[in-house]
């Protein structure tokens, strides 16, 4: 079946760093492909996502290209800010369902 | 748009209580919903899928009798915690597919639901 593994945090990065957070995948088929983030003490919010391989999602600075010969779907930002602090969640849906695999999220904190 | 919402936000109750959790889609009808939990610094743990007018699906593990979901209507899914004991503190989230809006795959977050047993 279908499965994630995402890169382990904490990572925390000053302002303006360059951000990645690894995130691959393995599946039947090409499922679309997630990136979700949970800003403290609040429910998830989509980020951005990938329906078919080679989609480049991108949102509030943040991109993720769905590659499938490397079955990877890595997040990145060119400069992050405070704000940005949060957790980071890649998700893929279970083969043939409706229900997301996540992965064990990768919390981000970004200082000043 | 693709709005979900949850109520309570947070709630406190005394063991052996039971609490209900609404989670409600406000401008979409959400055929199915998701029920998850997530524990301090954990990833999301898919508890139940529920589906409009019949019974949820439990995930292994999870006691269907203690966490009661019901989902009446195509905007509103209820969870039930009965009897509720310390360990069921944790924070809960549900979500809803959309399956006009965002594709078959796509699934819109509340806002979590944090439950405190004393």
């Known amino acids: 079946g279908n499965s994630v593994t995402q890169m382990e945090g904490p990572v925390t990065l000053s302002e303006e760093a360059f951000l990645t957070i690894n995130c691959t995948y393995t599946?039947?088929?090409?499922?679309?492909l997630f990136w979700y983030v949970q800003y403290p003490g609040e429910g998830l919010q989509l980020l951005l996502k990938?329906?078919?391989?080679?989609d480049k999602g991108s949102n509030k600075g943040f991109e993720a290209t769905y590659r499938k010969e490397t079955t990877s779907f890595h997040l990145e930002k060119g400069s992050v800010q405070v704000s940005d602090s949060a957790v980071y969640f890649c998700?893929?849906?279970?083969?043939?369902?409706?229900?997301?695999?996540f992965g064990t999220g990768t919390r981000l904190k970004v200082l000043a | 748009g693709a709005v979900v919402s949850q109520h309570p936000s947070w709630v406190i109750c005394k063991s052996g209580t039971s609490v209900k959790i609404e989670c409600r889609s406000l401008?979409?009808?959400?055929?199915?919903m998701f029920w998850y939990r997530q524990f301090p610094k954990q990833s999301l743990m898919l508890m139940a899928t529920s589906n409009e007018g019949s019974k949820a699906t439990y995930e292994q593990g999870v006691e269907k009798d203690k966490f009661l979901i019901n989902h009446a209507s195509l905007t509103l899914s209820t969870l039930t915690v009965t009897s509720a004991h310390p360990e069921d503190s944790s924070f809960y989230i549900c979500?809803?597919?959309?399956?006009?809006?965002?594709?078959?795959?796509?699934?819109?977050f509340g806002p979590g639901t944090r439950l405190t047993v004393t």
């Open positions: 979500s809803a597919r959309d399956e006009e809006r965002g594709g078959v795959y796509e699934q819109y």
């Open positions: 401008d979409f009808q959400a055929t199915t």
């Open positions: 599946a039947t088929g090409y499922p679309s």
């Open positions: 998700a893929v849906p279970f083969s043939g369902t409706y229900k997301y695999i």
């Open positions: 990938a329906t078919k391989a080679d």
